[in-house]
């Protein structure tokens, strides 16, 4: 067992555990804390996989930015004074059974495919590669993502604007 | 035990069962907006793992990129209208908002 | 300037006058004396156009004549065109001046007769367009033309008889005479094609010209007599000739200037006319049946005329009987005459029923002649126009009547002497004293013995000069001296002997009276044409104007004796012979007859077929239809019920399942997302790749 | 005029003012009305400009070299369709002395109909669109060489005809538009089956040497395109040609209409709002006999010798029976429907003649009871617009109240009775003339006389009862015209007493052609003996 399966492992655990508690905690705002540990582990992996530019994208965008915009929509949407947020679950059991076949379903089979795989060489740096791609060959797509998150900014004030009187 | 694809993979697929738990089962509007969340970060997983394991180069990162910028811009339109649900209905709580049947 | 243009100019003057009256007869309230001004016009272009004609042209034709249609060449009879044109004869110029001369002096008359009537400028339009189409029928030179404005006198005929169309028996009566002419124009059309088909030709002359030739209609005489029978159908519409002569009498619904214009003088003379322009085409069985309608005309409507009581409808059915008298003796063959007593007739019995109008006028619209007498006081100068214009009609000497009358006689009694057809003759004298009968029992009904009706009587007075200058004129003209130095001979006279010709025949000599043969013929100069005829009617001459003087001066006397001298008693005859004087007094009850049989029988006709479009042609068609609709609705069940049953069935089945689904529609997005969890799953299974 | 297609413009000048109308808002009135004005004036004008440029010596009918102002180009072009093989129609127009008259007569119905229109108030829009579409039907009818072509305005015409019917009529207006619609489709089968029949019959031989089946109308006429074994060639020993000549008569009788394909016209007169009546009969029914001869006529020329006195028989039998049934009407507007029943039996009459004379007469009087009954149903909608009642016994006396107009309905009603310097009498004369010359009809036309008799009955006993007698208290309201109405009947006026005047106005414009049409009946297709029948 190397380090680096070490490492893999706890990260791994990380993300499981800390998701788990996120979709199972009573209480919202633990949810969304163990959220953040989630992410954080998902950005750790990332790393391991070598996408050391995306691992530092994932705790920007989604730590730094979603996860702080959840909080606020928590905040908002139950009253502050009341500091008990808890919220309910719903049809728990045939929930576990689904879920719970659907992923032992997709895990054999994850197992039992014979993956040809073909670890890639490390590559030093892949922010200098990615930039390029982006420019070249996406560049379409980047653009348009561009749009989108303009329209997708746009759009969010207009839903959530207050109507006026 | 080498650390394989598949171990990527298995940690991604039950991350998504994960997600998919947290959205069939929270009431809570946020949470289902989190499940999706962590579904998201499953399939990502699985393209920066492929892109790794599959000898693609580099596009699995670009498109997880991609994803993530989805993402955010789900978010906040998502966040937008949780936040008029919850103008509208005083609560955020996905059963009871069945408006969907008539 | 031309003859031909001074007639064409003549021919629209009239025409000019309708149309400015009917469109500006509203704005200008005197403008009916243009249209008077006009006729006096025509008049004396008539007038120059006559006196021309007859002095420098007498013996030539004028002939004007242009392609109204152009067929081309055409597949099947090669080239042919439709012309139009005025012919000018001796015949046409005298006409004209007799239609002008009664015309213009109609107009004048109705300024006066007419006063006060609402339509008073639209009467003289009226007056325009019926002189514009009368000159048209005596112009032209070519029966087509003709035919075109014998219809249109017939519509002005038409208008006037309905002038006062407010009253029903006014309107019913216009459209009775134009419908009547219709059934002889009917006649005349068919006589018409009949010539064209087989000449190609409208004109008189050239269709005279190939008969000369002996080209005969298809070939054979029953045709040529046929197409002059029915030519004469027109005539016998037009003229009123038995048994079409109903209209007539009706027709005095109309103003009575016009009954004397339209209904005395000249449109009804159009029938004769129209005879005389075909004479030379006739067969003599043709001739032959033409002289026994005459005939019965004349009879027929003097018996009439003897027991009615109206002034107007006695005066017309002495002008029916007179132009029976004009028909006949186109019939016999004695062409002059009938064309003569044309003319002679026209100015008389305009004169009679210009005066009839007076006497009207003066009575305040009372037309019964038994609400009148002693009017001879009140009204002189109609009084004395009246008795010379009856006396003309009577035929007594001195007044033209007597020659023109004389004349007809004399050749009815040749005729029968030459044929053997002595009935045509008896007839005639039978008629003739009837005829100075009837006439005097008028005059000294209305102007002598005591005034019966009082009131009226004192109320009457002499009409205006308007109307009494042309009955002086037309009084005037009855007089012998303007046709002849010889109150005794007419044939001495400018008339017979200068102006009017009979013409020869063309038809060939097969279907010619023998009288007529052309080895017959001894020239233009005598007023027959056969010598044999001449000769036949000389010899006629003396015992027809005895027995004439005679059978007229009986008439005259009886009158007299029964209506001044009270000899007879005309109630005790009435009583006597009741059925008789039902019989005459009801018109032979003809115009019932027509009632119950063709009028009655057209209108049953047309409400039985009616009945049948309704019922039955619609009903097929409406049948159709609903056994379409029968069918559809069988097939309409069966779909609806059938066919649509069991698409309506799966329905039913699918809405069961729909419902028993529902239940998992919850609305909750949650829950479709677990069964899209489960659906996955059941996916993964089936399409496991181990 | 080389080169311009102005036979196309006016067919489809109204279309292009339907456009406009379409886009104008519904409530801009005014405007509609002026475009469809305008847009049939147009057309009139363009009419006018044909007639001054046409060249009178030129036959037509059975040669394309002289036909005039043609427009032509393939239209529809699809090559190796299995068994049809290949499919061309031509887009062929064109006119000869036969079209010329029925051109300028639709024009000209087209504006009388248009201001009679001016005072619809129901869904104006709709109604003026549809107008528009009926014009260019109308005219498309009488200029198509082309057997499609001429297929195709004829179905066009019948609709916007039906919901004009249908949606402005009067109270049965449905059951008028429906049996208007049902019968008339009925005819259009029959030709359509026809029209079938003579394509897989005819060839045409196209510049690059190809034989191909046509609808060309002109083709058909040639005896030596026809293939020998065709369903309908004249080489064909069977007797389907006669058939095929019936079943296209019945086709174009229902149009005219003949006895007893006649009632739906009584009925469609009745109900339709006046602009439409004057449509149905000025311009409608010559269609029926404008296809014969257009058709049926050079075409079928030996059927048409053989049969010629059977035409000329239901001629008759139109003329008087249809004088009899109006004689026997109440309402003002049947009476004139079944007069024109009566007035088309002279036309068929005159047609069958196959004379000179009588063909001219017969289109001559097409054109004229275009004209006269379009003036009488304008003179029925001017007094049912004032009064609201048609009824012949509820009038009387209104010469006294209304004398222009009664001035106007004497030019008409003595027009419709064929009084001579007015235009009908000539028609009727040379259809006479013409009818009478030919030995095997001649007692038929004799018969036929009747009908100027009762045609004069039944006109002046509607006069009498409608405006003679005394003045009903109860109309002593009604206004005398208006300024609109006198737009309609003057030129109307004018145009009865000139053609009465001067016939060769028109006569001149067909007789070339008619000439031609005569000597192609008569002589063409001669040499196929016929068997049974």
Known sequence: MSLYDIIFYLFALLVLVSAFITVTSKNIVHSAFSLMFTLFGVAGIYVLLGADFLGVVQLLVYVGGILILMIFGVMMTNEITNVDIKTGTTQVVPAIIGVGLFAGALTSMMLRTGWNSQPSENMDTTTYAIGKLLLTEYVLIFELLGMLLLVALIGAASVARKEKE | MQVELTHFLVVSTLLFSMGVFAIVTRKNAILVLMGIELMLNAANINFVAFSKFGGFGLSGQVIALFVIILAAAEAAIALAIVLNIYKTFSNVNVDEINNLKE | ???????????????????????????????????????????????????????????????????????????????????????????????????????????????????GDIRFTRYFAYLGIFTFSMLGIVLTHNILMMFMFWELVGLSSYLLIGFWYEKDSASDAGKKAFLVNRVGDIGMLIGILILFTNYHTFTFDEIYAQIAVGN?????????????????????????????????????????????????????????????????????????????????????????????????????????????????????????????????????????????????????????????????????????TFLISSLAISGVPLFSGFLSKDGILAGSLAFGNLTGHWLLPIIGFTVALMTAFYMFRLVLVTFHGKPRNQEKFDHAHE????????????????????????????????????????????????????????????????????????????????????????????????????????????????????????????????????????????????????????????????GTAALGRFVSMLSGWFDTYVVDGLVNFFALLNGFLGLSLRRIQTGKVQTYVVFVVFSLLVLMFFFRPF | MEGFPIISLITFIPVIGMLVILFLPKEKVQNIKITALAATLIQLVLSVILMANYNYSAGGIFEESSFQFIDKFRWINIEGLSWIGTVKIDYFMGVDGISMPMVLLTSIISVIACISSWNISKSLKGYFALFLLLDTGMMGVFVSLDFFLFYVFWELMLLPMYFLIGIWGGPRKEYAAIKFFLYTLLGSIFILIVMLGLYFSAMEILPDGQRVFTFNILTMMDQSNYTQDGILSPFNPNNWRMLAYIALFIGFAIKIPMFPFHTWLPDAHVEAPTPISVILAGVLLKMGTYGILRISYPIFPDITRELAWYIALFGAVNIIYGAFVA??????????????????????????????????????????????????????????????????????????????????????????????????????????????????????????????LLGAGYMLWAMQRVFFGKLNEKWSGLQDLEMREYIMFIPLTIIIILLGVYPSLMLDVMNTSVNTLVDFVSTNFTNISLGGL
């Open chain 3, 1 to 115: 300037m031309s003859l031909i243009s001074l007639s064409i100019i003549t021919l629209f003057l009239p025409l000019i006058g309708f149309t400015v009256l009917i469109f500006f007869g509203k704005r200008f309230e005197k403008i009916y004396l243009f249209e008077v001004g006009i006729l006096f016009a025509a008049l004396i272009i008539s007038i120059l156009i006559a006196y021309f004609k007859l002095t420098a042209y007498i013996n030539q034709d004028l002939i004007f004549a242009f392609t109204w249609i152009d067929f081309g060449v055409t597949p099947l009879i090669g080239e042919f065109s439709i012309d139009l044109g005025i012919k000018i004869d001796n015949i046409t110029v005298l006409m004209l001046f007799v239609v002008n001369l009664i015309s213009f002096l109609v107009h004048l008359y109705s300024i006066e007769y007419m006063k």
């Open chain 4, 327 to 452: 004689l026997a009407q109440k309402d003002f507007k049947k009476l004139i429907a079944y007069s024109s029943v009566s007035h088309m039996g002279y036309v068929l009459l005159g047609m069958a003649s196959l004379t000179t004379a009588g063909i001219n007469g017969a289109i001559l009087q097409m054109f004229n009871h275009g004209t006269i009954t379009a003036m009488l149903f304008l003179i029925v909608g001017v007094v049912y617009d004032r009064a609201h009642t048609r009824g012949l016994n509820d009038f009387g006396g209104l010469a006294s109240q209304m004398p222009v107009y009664t001035g106007f309905v004497t030019v008409a009603f003595f027009a419709a009775i064929g009084l001579p310097s007015l235009s009908g009498f000539i028609s009727e004369a040379l259809v006479f003339i013409g009818a009478f010359h030919v030995e095997s009809i001649r007692v038929i036309t004799i018969i036929s006389t009747l009908g100027i």
């Open chain 3, 216 to 384: 005969l209609p298809f070939d054979s005489y029953a045709w040529l007599t046929a197409s002059g029978i029915l030519i004469f159908m027109g005539a016998v519409g037009k003229s009123a000739q038995f048994p079409l002569h109903v209209w007539l009498p009706d027709a005095m619904e109309g103003p009575t200037p016009v009954s004397a214009l339209i209904h005395a003088a000249t449109m009804v003379a159009a029938g004769v006319y129209l005879l005389v322009r075909i004479f030379v085409m006739l067969t003599a069985d043709a001739m032959l049946v033409i002289a026994v309608i005459g005939a019965i005309t004349a009879l027929v409507s003097a018996t009439i005329a003897l027991t009615q009581n109206d002034i107007k409808k006695v005066l017309a059915y002495s002008t029916v009987s007179q132009l029976g008298y004009m028909v006949l003796s186109i019939g016999i063959g004695a062409y002059a005459f009938a064309f003569f007593h044309l003319m002679t007739h026209a100015f008389f019995k305009a004169c009679l029923f210009l005066g009839s109008g007076s006497v009207i006028h003066a009575m305040h619209h009372e037309q019964d002649i038994r609400e009148m007498g002693g009017l001879k006081k009140k009204l002189p100068i109609t009084y004395y």
């Open chain 3, 463 to 622: 009409s205006p000069k308007a109307m009494t200058i042309p009955l002086i004129t037309l009084a005037a003209l009855s007089i012998f001296i303007f046709y002849t130095p010889n109150p005794f001979n007419s044939e001495a006279g400018w008339v017979l002997s200068d102006w009017i010709r009979t013409p020869e025949q063309v038809v060939p000599n097969e279907v010619r009276f023998d009288f007529m043969k052309s080895d017959a013929a001894t020239g233009q100069s005598e007023i027959t044409h056969s010598q044999m005829y001449t000769d036949a009617a000389h010899h006629a001459h003396y015992p027809a104007m005895i027995l004439s003087l005679v059978l007229a001066g009986i008439g005259i006397l009886i009158a007299f004796m029964m209506y001044v001298w009270g000899k007879i008693d005309s109630e005790k005859l009435k009583t006597k012979y009741n059925s008789l004087y039902k019989f005459s007094l009801n018109k032979w009850y003809i115009d019932e007859f027509y009632d119950a049989s063709f009028i009655a029988g057209t209108h049953k006709s047309a409400k039985i077929l009616a009945w049948f479009d309704y019922n039955v042609v619609d009903g097929i068609v409406n």
